[in-house]
């Protein structure tokens, strides 16, 4: 079975600080993992995904297998950046992604 | 293509109820998804369907439960017999079968069972 923890449910940075949220998984085969965000009053959506290599408004994530790890980084925190965000998993079988597993979140608040 | 449109945005029913959550996804999505969320939780998967077929139910879902995508558009979530334990935030989202985009959600039912 697959499973996804966020260790902190809350975290709090001052703006122009880096922040770091964490996300450890388990799941035997090859994973493909996903950060997703929801801002207040907003739909959860995509962030970014392990495969794009890309940067999505200045965060970044490594995937570390040997870890299990592939956590959430950003050098300099905005207010802006100040929502919910959830790590997810899913399995890869082929080019058909299965369905995806979310961790609890994390609140992440921005202080000015 | 407005994206994915959940109906009705809240819901109050009482104890022993049924209830009947709509979900219209984006046309070109053949994947679709419902997710289960509550307070402090991440979304919790109950089951999806590629066009009209349900691939995977969750085993934590019983048999009060049940979706349909009859033809590969829309899909309906009922709940029989509802309890409290049932109240909850319930998420649709659509995606290809790459979720090259990932995942793209609704704004979710809210459901209260008094």
């Known amino acids: 079975a697959q499973r996804v923890t966020q260790p902190e449910k809350l975290l709090s940075v001052f703006k122009g600080a880096p922040v770091e949220l964490k996300c450890n998984y388990s799941y035997s085969g090859s994973p493909e993992l996903f950060w997703y965000v929801q801002y207040s009053r907003q739909r959860l959506q995509l962030l970014l995904r392990?495969?794009s290599r890309e940067s999505i408004k200045g965060f970044t994530a490594d995937l570390n297998k040997g870890e299990t790890s592939f956590h959430l980084k950003k050098p300099f925190a905005q207010e802006e950046d100040s929502a919910m965000y959830y790590c997810?998993?899913?399995?890869?079988?082929?080019?058909?992604?299965?369905?995806?597993?979310f961790g609890q979140g994390t609140i992440l608040t921005v202080h000015p | 293509d407005t994206g994915v449109s959940q109906n009705p945005r809240h819901k109050i029913t009482k104890r022993g109820q049924n209830v009947t959550f709509r979900c219209d996804p984006i046309?070109?999505?053949?994947?679709l998804y419902w997710y289960r969320q509550t307070l402090g939780q991440g979304p919790e998967f109950l089951t999806y369907?590629?066009?009209?077929?349900?691939?995977?139910k969750s085993r934590l879902l019983s048999d009060r439960f049940s979706a349909e995508r009859p033809k590969g558009s829309f899909s309906t979530l009922e709940i029989q017999r509802t309890e409290q334990g049932d109240s909850a935030m319930y998420l649709c989202?659509?995606?290809?079968?790459?979720?090259?985009?990932?995942?793209?959600f609704g704004s979710g039912t809210r459901l209260t069972v008094v």
């Open positions: 369907f590629q066009n009209e077929a349900q691939l995977e």
């Open positions: 046309s070109e999505h053949n994947r």
């Open positions: 392990h495969i």
């Open positions: 989202a659509s995606s290809q079968v790459t979720q090259r985009d990932g995942y793209t």
């Open positions: 997810a998993l899913a399995k890869i079988g082929g080019t058909s992604y299965g369905k995806l597993t």
